[in-house]
């Protein structure tokens, strides 16, 4: 079974990739342990922010969902690099 995911204006979803950390370990989905997924960046926003409007200027993170069972992993926005296999 294959989840489809589409992404919004606040987030639009990257294409689809096996994805590697910065050592160069594939990431694995810890829930099906399945190796492609859909990248997209979020807002860490926070209620304050939003409240005075400075949404926009929040840090935002990476997240990776697994294009087999929508299981999504968050990664914080320096402490992971992560690239997408080529191949």
């Known amino acids: ?3 489809h995911i589409k992404g919004d204006a606040h987030g639009a979803l990257q294409d689809a ?3 590697r950390d910065g050592a160069g370990v594939a990431v694995t989905c810890t ?3 399945d190796l492609l997924f859909w990248r997209r960046r979020v807002k860490l926003n926070s ?3 939003e ?3 400075l949404g926009w200027a ?3 993170s990476e997240t990776l969902t697994c294009s087999n069972c929508g299981f999504m992993m968050e990664f914080m926005p320096k402490g992971l690099t992560l690239t997408k296999d080529k191949g």
């Open 1 to 3: 079974m294959s989840l």
């Open 17 to 19: 990739g096996l994805y």
């Open 47 to 49: 209620s304050r922010a």
């Open 58 to 60: 929040s840090e935002e």
């Open 51 to 53: 409240l005075l409007g």
């Open 31 to 33: 829930h099906c342990r």
